[in-house]
């Protein structure tokens, strides 16, 4: 197939290869010039604009940051709804709030285009290898067109429900993830405060009833996990400003709903707090530097 892949950061950029490794022809689109130059050096085609990527793709794949890009996209000034042709199949795979993936769904269906929410999980590792899980919100119909493609990028599929869905299962998961990898820190720096080796308590941990995927996967302490963040300056990953934005769309849909998220709320302070202090570029992960005994 013909693919436009927009957005290639670090989690967009191998998702992109992938579907070119897969023989598809993607032409890709960034703003950022070394994003570019990545995914060229792997074989794909580099678009000029946005707008340039659309043209003759069957389908295309979004990956920005947050809500406002998404909208800014589709339906802002550069309106490229406007310049996708009818039958088109758009899969976002953005984070973003419900609201903005159904408003934009609207317009899509209106103008003739298929258009789903289908957010991921599994980390820049998972981008990667592959082995992503995507949580897919639209038709059945819908999903099912868009199933050969997602294969190609992950190995977990789930279909969340209408257009929209996707997005609440993914930040419900990401509120978990982010509360979990707190609780995690805390855990791995009272023991190394307390002289306990962090590859062993964590270990322990791992093995015992805190079992959880930072300390299966995604260690917060330098050295536990050789192709973790934490073990690499905590650069590349998943940003703390990113997370921050992640628990700040939970605890907005919480408030909408009326729904009780008191840890998710104390997350999203206690990440807003790391981003001021000067983190909010590292990887969520560092957060453990704000409960890590000094000196």
Known sequence: MQIAFIGLGNMGGPMAINLHKAGHSVKAFDLSQDALAKVKAEGL????????????????????????????????????????????????????????????????????????????????GGA?????TFMVGGSTAQLERARPLLEKMGANIFHAGSVGAGQTAKICNNMLLGILMVGTSEAIALGVANGLDPKVLSEIMRRSSGGNWALEKYNPFPGVHENAPASKGYAGG???????????????????????TPLGGMARAIYAAHSIAGHGGEDFSSVIKMVQKKG
């Not at 199949?89 to 789903?116: C, M, N, P, R, Y």
């Not at 997370?243 to 009780?260: F, H, P, R, V």
Request: no cysteine.
């Open 238 to 260: 998943f940003g703390t400003d990113l997370m921050l934005k992640d628990l700040g769309l939970s605890q907005e849909n919480a408030i909408a709903t009326k729904a009780s």
């Open 45 to 124: 085609q580099v678009a000029a604009s946005a707008q340039d990527a659309v043209q003759g793709a069957e389908a295309i794949v979004t990956m920005l940051p947050a809500s406002q890009h998404v909208e800014g996209l589709f339906l802002g000034n550069g309106n490229l709804l406007a310049s996708i042709a009818k039958g088109t199949l758009v899969i976002d795979s953005s984070t973003i709030a419900a609201a903005t993936s159904q408003k934009v769904a609207k317009a899509a269906e209106a103008a003739g285009i298929d258009f789903i929410d289908a957010p991921v999980s599994g980390g820049t």
């Open 128 to 132: 990667i290898a592959g082995t992503l």
